[in-house]
């Protein structure tokens, strides 16, 4: 029989990478899970590994840059469990290109993806998150966006990605300004290149043994998952090794 639940958690991104990993420690930690993604097979095939750890999965494919897709997210998270603990906003693109060859329409697909719909998430979940707050002010309720170093130190030829990631930045700097109060904060985590299946196209340049870890992400995400709401971390930088500090 399943443990009684922590609370409920929403992820997003969550069939493969960082997304996925935080899914699990989720688990790990007793939070039964609403988990999305594009591709629904990937997603149950997520959903049948967290089973495995006891825990209630819902699944629903949807595509962050379209508004209706992300509100019904939320929607079908709110009628399984009534209530959401943690929110993690994973899902993200970003592309490279030099600004003055930058084709608008691919800026306009970032910008859905990595601010669009986390402040639409954000907004629409805020009233979960306050009462979950409520009922558990011990934890309280809390936000972690997936944004990057690149959002802290711009790289080039990455504009778009690079401002995209600073609003995410800010835009969790401005949640802990307004509902800190009520006991949801909210932590963007911005690492250099982690080593995942979206960044393999960067080995040639980028030697995969220097990336960070997913391990190392998951670690971080559970140390703050268990953080008091007194503590207010709105944003953690993870560089790599090496003689440059500030480095993607």
Known sequence: MPSEP???????????????????????????????GRDLNALEDVADELRRRGRAIITVA?????EEQVHEVVIRHQYAYHRLDVLVIGAGVGTAGEIEKYPLPRLDKQVAVNLRAPFQL???????LRQAAAQSPEHGAKIFALASIAGVVAEPRMAAYNASKAA???????????????????????????????????????????????EDISELFTALL??????????IVIGRAGPTLWRA
Not at 62 to 66: R, T, Y
Not at 226 to 235: D, E, G, H, I, T
């Open 6 to 36: 922590r609370g409920a958690a929403l992820v997003t991104g969550a069939s493969r990478g960082i997304g996925r990993a935080l899914a699990g420690r989720l688990a790990d930690e007793g939070f039964d899970l609403t988990i999305t």
């Open 62 to 66: 949807a595509d962050m840059a379209a």
């Open 122 to 128: 954000v907004s629409e979940c805020l009233p979960l």
């Open 168 to 214: 995410l930045i800010s835009l969790c700097e401005t949640v802990n300004l307004e509902a800190s109060i009520h006991g949801v904060t909210a932590t963007a985590i911005s690492p250099a290149y982690v080593d995942t299946e979206l960044t393999a196209w960067l080995h040639d340049e980028v030697p995969q043994d220097s990336m960070i870890s997913v």
């Open 226 to 235: 268990r953080l008091s709401p007194k503590a207010v971390v709105p944003n």
